[in-house]
């Protein structure tokens, strides 16, 4: 059994596809399935059910998948210890993050971690999901880090770090009823057009909280899937939103009015897998993540 067979194998399980995890890996689609077909072979048993029109795992690739992610984790981590002996790291680093994380410039961060560490390729990565989607892509072993935003208790299969938060205001267009208010209670917010995104995505996860704990129901009117362009959309009269403060820059065109009686903090967190310590290569973004933060420089 060999490490590029695990790679391989992982891999098909992941994208539940061979020509995706083909392209994932940098190889023509033939090595990854002769490289799974040998592996089955050695192992007696079939990993993969390759009649449905996804791939599936059998009960042994079931079980194989856990372990062939230690495996090659195990490995990493001994390149890793190699390369801080010999004084550069090396690998790559997968990093999820969300749509718009305008708190922390997350392009200067990777910049900076590039010219300090040219031998570790990054890749990010965002998921359809949210924070939610990124925690499960973690705890599988998908990512080795992610930047998301989790109110409330800490989901299992994962440690958070908190980096920083913002509380969130209402924003709405000047023409608003309640563009002239300075504060206005939850209570008061019932019935209004909410611009939001999908269930998952931390901002959304804090407002209905908020608005559960307030027992008042609110609408969402539009799902949006980048909190980045929920300031135009209240610009131009689609409804309101909640936003963190950072997002809002200038806020041209919009009045801002803070909700009461409500918990509107949006958490920023660096989140790393529970069950093994993180590699080096991640080790060190971690760290330089500080200087990143507001106030941090």
Known sequence: MELRQLEYFVAVAEEQHFTRAAA??????SAVSAAIKTLERELGAPLLDRNAKRVRLTDAG????PRARVALDAARDAR????????????TLRIGTLTSIRVIDL??????????????????????????????MLAEHRLDLAFVSVPGPRPAGVHLVELTSSVMDLAVPLDHPLAGRTAVPI?????????DLPAGYGN??????????????????????DIGTSADYVRNGLGVALLPRFLLGSGAGLAMVEVTGADLRWPLSLAVPADRPPGA????????????LPGGR
């Open 62 to 65: 079931l079980a194989l998948l």
């Open 204 to 225: 959304r996860d804090v407002a209905d909280r908020a608005f559960a704990a307030a027992s008042v129901r609110r609408h969402v009117s539009i799902e949006i899937t």
């Open 187 to 195: 209570e008061e917010l019932a019935g209004l057009g909410f611009i």
């Open 107 to 136: 392009p200067a961060l990777l910049g900076e971690y590039h010219r300090r560490h040219p031998g570790v390729l990054l890749q990010t990565a965002v998921s359809p999901m949210g924070s939610r989607g990124l925690v499960a």
């Open 80 to 91: 890793d210890a190699v390369a801080e002996v010999r004084g550069g790291l090396r690998g």
């Open 24 to 29: 994932r890996l940098h190889v023509v689609q």
């Open 281 to 292: 290569a991640a080790r060190a973004l971690i760290s330089l993540t500080a200087d990143f």
